[in-house]
């Protein structure tokens, strides 16, 4: 993947950039000015959300040793150290070497490293956790590497692996908007055959979903669409309704584990009586996603939250439907009785 097809990861694919040419380049600019030139970058955003292809990208004249976070983790204690130590001593041994490009300097990328450092649950911590944090903070300290890691669970990580000399810089990504889907499935479908795609469209109905999420979606419009053309024996081409279609399949990673309301074919217009409810909910809810540009202009600043009440079966939950579909938006439901929970933190966690 290049650097133009990282759409909506330019400021932080550039932020790294930045970072990597000082640290590994120019590392005697920083130590003229009294700083160190040891670089740990921790990378966190949702599942999906492309944070290892981002690095890969960026990195992609360096030499890059990447380790995957869940295989390392899931070995024994020695093994664990093993490779972590092999790894450290591939990337340190390459610091000097210059790269395909002549950028010299090595990287050492571990994916979801929370699953190979998670929070320690009991006191005193694991002795291997500590050990693989040695040789962790021994390649960052060594001259021409640096350090990093990804992450969609930053906060169940050590918190010992955020400690300044090792990873003392963060960068997050967050999921894309419309404008950004839609960029990412014109790069998906690059020299896809196609036929009158409304790609506008698909990226209104996907929100929540990640580039991986997106990559699903245009799998299975291309079964599809496949499947077709086998039938009729006709040329293969990707259709608007194959991607449609698919949307009724894929359920993006966000939301894989949380229960979500059927939204159904009921729009606002079908629900009798109750304009004031229904022109307050469009205009604290539909207006805001539908012209952020224009509330940025006019300086207003949208409502954040709305309370429907009223007796059982009066239709708060309809409207809500109705609200949802009329606007084409996910519908989350979480029931009160399921955050509290007996366990000091529990509660706030979930």
């Not at 059982?312 to 519908?331: E, I």
Request: proline share 7%; charged share 25%; net charge negative.
């Amino acid at each position: 993947v290049s650097f133009d097809d990282l759409k909506g990861a330019h400021t932080q694919a550039s932020k790294l950039g930045e970072w990597l040419k000082l640290s590994l380049d120019q590392p005697e600019l920083l130590k003229t000015l009294g700083a160190t030139a040891n670089l740990g970058v921790l990378v966190s955003g949702p599942a999906g959300v492309g944070k290892a292809t981002m690095v890969r990208a960026v990195c992609a004249s360096r030499r890059l040793v990447e380790l995957d976070g869940p295989e390392v983790g899931a070995l024994q204690a020695e093994e664990r150290l093993r490779s972590v130590a092999s790894a450290v001593g591939a990337v340190t041994g390459a610091a000097g070497e210059p790269g395909e490009h002549g950028d010299g300097g090595g990287v050492l990328l571990i994916t979801d490293i929370d699953a190979l450092l998670p929070a320690a649950t009991e006191r005193p911590p694991e002795p291997v956790a500590t050990l693989i944090l040695t040789e962790l903070r021994n390649a960052v300290a060594t001259p021409g590497v640096a350090f990093i890691a990804t992450s969609a669970k930053p906060d169940s990580i050590a918190p010992r692996l955020r400690e300044p000399d090792l990873c003392d810089r963060e960068l997050g990504l967050s999921l894309p908007d419309a404008a950004t889907r839609k960029s990412l499935l014109e790069v998906l479908l690059r020299g896809v055959p196609t036929q009158e795609l409304d790609l506008g469209e698909i990226a209104e109905r996907t929100p929540g979903f990640v580039v991986a999420d997106l990559a699903a979606v245009v799998r299975e419009g291309a079964l599809r669409a496949a499947a077709r053309a086998s039938t009729a024996g006709e040329e293969p081409a990707l259709r608007q309704e194959d991607l449609t279609g698919a949307l009724t399949v894929i359920r993006p990673l966000s939301r894989s584990a949380s229960e979500e309301v059927s939204i159904g074919s009921v729009s606002l217009d079908d629900v009798g009586d109750m304009a004031e409810t229904k022109q307050a909910l469009t205009e604290a809810v539909l207006w805001p996603l539908q012209h952020p540009d224009t509330f940025a202009r006019l300086g207003v600043q949208p409502p954040r939250g709305v309370q429907l009440y009223g007796p059982p079966g009066s239709g708060k939950t309809f409207d809500v439907r109705a609200l949802a579909s009329s606007g084409r938006l996910s519908v989350h439901s979480v029931k009160g009785s399921e955050l509290l929970d007996k366990w000091v933190g529990s509660s706030e966690k979930a």
